[in-house]
């Protein structure tokens, strides 16, 4: 019996010592490893991080907990990691907001994307979609833009942040209506507004916007991107409603704290690439309209230069500032 025991002790603690041993550098993750997601559950960034954190988790020996910190369009998030020890421990799932969008629209920011961050890699990009309340009176783009300008200030649309703000309020100054933005902490709060008919549009990412239209509980007028998008082929373009050069992608990324060691950095993104283009990822991100991206930190870097470059005189134009 007392061998039993003692052979039972010593496998339970060779068993509770692998669990705890990861695959990185340095044995690296030790401990549970956190995703702080920038917006609230439910949305597109909340689903990708759910998705690949169960998948991850396998591949680098340790449990991922998924936390939502949602508000002021990824800002909470972001300046919560900003601060964390720059261990690898907590990590970032935000993207197109807080890099590019937020520093643009917002004053004093409590947080710089260029200095307090080590950004990993960008998990997928996507087209935001203009979606309409059933009730609505209108089912195209361009029956909209009748409707918003035979009504003027009567129409309202939800959305979870900067990165969506941006290109709505633009679509609007380019087709000469007007139209409020309401904020919400996440995509699928600004849904059931939608739903509940207390906004009449809502400008979405296309993971949690798509099974709304799919199911028959609102109208998509158009999708961002300058092509279709898979999981909504009969939905059109911005572009096909005849306003030419209209071309908006968002996406997901990972940042980790500045000063977290390079190779911990490299084996996360070496990691996460090799999840997101796993069969079983890879397959479920394109059914939510999704890119699997993956590549490497320099190369997330070098996107959002480009994209503030290329947004901020956009932004200055509109006179817009987060709300």
Request: proline share 7%; no cysteine; aromatic share 8%.
């Amino acid at each position: 019996m007392l061998k039993r025991n003692l052979i039972g002790f010593f496998v339970s603690l060779f068993t509770a010592s692998t669990a705890v041993a990861g695959n990185g550098p340095n044995g690296y993750p030790k401990e549970p490893v956190r995703f702080i997601v920038a917006f609230a559950p439910g949305g597109g960034t909340d689903l990708v991080a759910r998705l690949v954190a169960a998948e991850l988790s396998k591949r680098i020996g340790a449990n991922i907990v998924v936390e939502n910190k949602g508000g002021a369009s990824g800002t909470i998030a972001a300046q919560h990691v900003a601060r964390a020890a720059p261990d690898g421990y907590t990590l970032l799932v935000g993207g197109s907001g807080p890099m590019v969008f937020n520093p643009i629209m917002y004053d004093n920011l409590p947080y710089d994307p260029a200095k307090d961050f080590e950004h990993v890699t960008i998990l997928g990009s996507y087209p935001i979609v203009f979606v309409a309340g059933r009730e609505q009176p209108f089912n195209t783009l361009r029956e909209l833009i009748a409707y918003a300008r035979a009504n003027p200030g009567k129409l309202n649309y939800g959305s979870a942040g900067a990165s969506f703000q941006v290109p709505t309020e633009y679509f609007a100054a380019v087709t000469g209506i007007s139209i409020t933005h309401v904020p919400y902490k996440g995509t699928a709060l600004a849904a059931q507004a939608m739903m509940a008919g207390d906004i009449q549009l809502l400008s979405a990412d296309v993971g949690p916007g798509a099974p709304l239209v799919i199911s028959g509980r609102a109208k998509a007028l158009a999708v961002t991107s300058a092509q279709r998008n898979p999981i909504l082929l009969d939905v059109p373009t911005v572009r096909e409603a005849g306003i030419n050069d209209f071309d908006f992608s968002l996406y997901s990324a990972i940042a980790a704290p500045r000063g977290t060691p390079a190779e911990i950095v490299k084996y996360l993104q070496e990691q996460l690439h090799d999840t997101l283009h796993s069969p079983e990822v890879s397959e479920r991100l394109k059914q939510m309209g999704i890119k699997p991206e993956g590549m490497p930190s320099g190369e997330a870097v070098a996107r959002y230069k480009r994209e503030i470059a290329h947004f901020k005189p956009l932004v200055e134009r509109l006179g817009l500032k987060a709300n």
